[in-house]
């Protein structure tokens, strides 16, 4: 019941029902699309992010709001005192030269890396949430670990989700991954999502589409979505 988008995905065609469709931003942070951030704390290349993601990304949240479907952003977030952020995590993934970690600071005016409320964990200006929009910070790299995010969905009666966001192999996919375990019918579109690592962008569309989609569907173009919306 109810309007509907058809979308030519692969490995098939997908209807998403669009009262029951929500669209899943994840990640669009300073901290991993900015030097001074996260990303850039971890050795990489960070100027490539916004140009490859964020115009699709852009796209896809006009037709999200002109079709007055239900949309999340995700921000990855750890409260000032850092008590949401695991021994693991903390000592974890450091990189040379400065091998900072989280809630030090690498860059001046950025503040503490990955902690709410600094500079560079605000979200980028083309992915700003607006008002009515759900936002769930997340201290892990999945959208559903210790956020209440599926209890947020299922209150709204969502089975359909559309991904974008940074990045695609870590965050994206995890969050993608907990969705589809959850009975999620997933969507990931290839032009929202972003790498510092292109070969490994180009492995997580083919695998989440491989076995007549195993994770779920795959698009080419936020464009495509937003005609279908
Ligand atoms: C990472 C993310 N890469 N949002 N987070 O640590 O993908």
Do not use: W
Request: proline share 5%; glycine share 10%.
């Amino acid at each position: 019941k109810g309007p509907k988008a058809e979308l030519e995905a692969l490995p098939k065609p997908v209807t998403l029902p669009l009262k029951s469709t929500a669209l899943v931003c994840i990640d669009f942070q300073k901290d991993f699309m900015e030097v001074g951030g996260f990303g850039h704390a971890l050795g990489n290349d960070v100027t490539k992010l916004s140009e490859e993601c964020l115009p699709g990304a852009a796209t896809l949240l006009a037709a999200a709001r002109s079709a007055k479907i239900t949309v999340v952003h995700t921000k990855e977030a750890h409260r000032e005192d850092l008590r949401d952020c695991c021994a693991m995590k903390l000592d974890g993934p450091r990189c040379p030269p400065e091998g900072k970690r989280i809630g030090e600071v690498l860059v001046e005016g950025m503040g503490r890396l990955l902690v709410d409320g600094s500079k560079g964990n605000e979200f980028m200006e083309e992915a700003k949430p607006i008002d009515g929009e759900i936002v769930v910070a997340k201290p892990g790299k999945g959208g559903f670990f210790m956020t209440g995010l599926h209890e947020i969905l299922r209150e709204k009666g969502i089975s359909h989700l559309i991904f974008c966001g940074v990045t695609t192999e870590v965050c994206v996919n995890t969050t993608m991954r907990e969705a589809n375990d959850r009975g999620y019918e997933c969507v990931l579109v290839a032009d929202a999502t972003g790498s510092y690592f292109p070969q490994f962008k180009a492995a997580v569309l083919e695998m989440v589409r491989s076995q007549g989609g195993i994770v779920g569907y795959t698009v080419e173009e936020a464009e495509d979505v937003a005609k279908a919306l």
